[in-house]
């Protein structure tokens, strides 16, 4: 994925969390999770109305709302790191 390699924030963070998934992910709390999962969105300019996400994605430097935001947007390896994130995330509160 080509635009991981700039030097905006969230491409790393992203590239982190690709690197990762391949292997494990289990390290990651709840909320380190709910922002590797939430990187993929803001790296094609999702929109958070969530007021923690939205001021969070707003504090990093390359961070920017695209009017022509859709989940489209996403590659499918994106898809699947997020749906596997997803994974980790139920599977963590069927255990509790």
Avoid: W
């Avoid at 007021?51 to 920017?64: Q, T, V």
């Avoid at 009017?67 to 994974?87: A, F, G, P, T, V």
């Amino acid at each position: 994925m080509s635009y991981y390699t700039d030097q905006n924030p969230i491409n790393a963070r992203c590239k982190f969390t690709s690197d990762f998934i391949k292997h494990d992910l289990s390290f990651m709390t709840e909320s380190q999770l709910r922002l590797a999962r939430n990187d993929f969105y803001a790296l094609h300019g999702r929109k958070f109305s969530d007021r923690n996400l939205r001021s969070f994605y707003e504090s990093i430097n390359g961070y920017k709302v695209s009017k022509d935001y859709s989940d489209d947007l996403l590659s499918e390896e994106e898809k699947q790191i997020i749906n596997r994130i997803i994974e980790i995330e139920s599977g963590r509160k069927n255990t509790q």
